[in-house]
């Protein structure tokens, strides 16, 4: 029997923390090389990129939400639209940054509407495309003021792109928080909801772990509402025998169809590990951290209200064995 996982980190509650910043870039070579020229506000190399990447949904949400990601992102869209007013790159982009702006600690009380209105604005420039719809769910997300139409701006990504993995990562989280009181219901809603996208897609499709992030996204309310432990190890939502199909089914998913293509496979990878570990599958969980590499995610690792990087760290190491 493997020995049980460690703590997974310094708990932020008890003043730990680590200055590791997470790169939403991940392993996108094209978008950090094109993101460091716009951060010294020449777009060009964006604007080359978003034109290479084309129809891939999945990656062009990827792509100009890492651009979006950077502080002058606003102001760098804004002066390539004013160059190019016709452009649904720079309309998508603008967006996005706003949206970033809006959803940061110290907005304005305006960002948000702001940010609403550019979004719109770029939908209809580029009618097909679910990146500003899907940044609309995001700033929806993210508000406090009550206003949830998470469920409409979801079919409005959908529609456009059925299998679109953001998406369903973020209607995940939103599903996760009903009922926080109700404790381990395996007919959450959130659970249903994830099992029927993963039926749904393609085989090949990385919506298969679609129900390891339920399980993770739930973990994270029930903590948080002081339902479980924050202590996977004391805690039996990583070992019940429903748990235990999920994560099996999606290990061997990922073994048959690993979609190194994806560009954010590694954030499927970073949940998988992270519910191997809470598992106690080590073998399973070294294979995946030598997939991941360096490109370590602050989800789920910070669900147990740990330091998040800390969490991987030690995480990683127990799987990898090293002292």
């Known amino acids: ?13 008890r003043g730990g923390r680590s200055d590791h910043a997470f790169d939403p870039a991940l392993d996108d070579r094209e978008l950090i090389d094109a993101r460091s ?16 990447t084309g129809k891939d949904w999945d990656r062009r949400g990827h792509r100009v939400l890492g651009l979006a990601e950077i502080p002058s992102a606003v102001d760098w869209a804004s002066d390539w639209l004013l160059a190019e007013p016709e452009s649904a790159d720079a309309s998508t982009l603008l967006g996005c940054a706003c949206v970033v702006r809006a959803l940061r600690p110290k907005a304005r009380a305006d960002d948000a509407a702001r940010a609403r209105q550019a979004c719109l604005a770029a939908a209809r420039i580029t009618p097909d495309d679910p990146t500003p719809w899907l940044a609309l769910l995001l700033l929806d997300r993210g508000r406090d003021d009550g206003g949830d139409e998470t469920g409409r701006l979801f079919e409005e990504v959908r529609s456009r792109h059925p299998e679109h993995h953001h998406a369903h990562h973020v209607m995940t989280a939103q599903l996760a928080e009903s009922r926080p009181d109700s404790g381990q219901d395996p007919l959450h809603e959130v659970y249903d909801f994830a099992a029927w996208a993963a039926e749904q897609a393609p085989a090949d499709s990385p919506l298969a772990v679609l129900p390891v992030v339920a399980h993770a996204e739930r973990y994270r309310v029930l903590v948080a509402a002081g339902s479980e432990p924050d202590d996977p190890v004391a805690s039996g939502h990583w070992s019940g025998r429903r748990a235990r199909q999920v994560m099996k089914a999606a290990f061997d998913w990922w073994l048959e169809w690993e979609r190194e ?5 590694r954030v499927d990878l970073n949940f998988l590990a992270h519910a191997k570990v809470c598992e106690g599958r080590t073998a399973e969980a070294a294979a995946l ?27 990683r190491d127990h799987a990898l064995g090293t002292p």
Do not use: K
């Open 1 to 13: 029997m493997s020995p049980p996982p460690p703590p997974l980190g310094r708990s932020r509650r």
């Open 37 to 52: 020229q716009f951060i010294q506000g020449r777009w060009g190399e964006a604007r080359a990129l978003l034109v290479t």
């Open 261 to 265: 293509d994806h560009p954010r496979h």
């Open 289 to 315: 951290f030598h997939r991941i590499g360096p490109h370590a995610t602050a989800a789920p690792w910070s669900y147990s209200g740990c330091d998040p990087y800390a969490a991987f760290a030690a995480a």
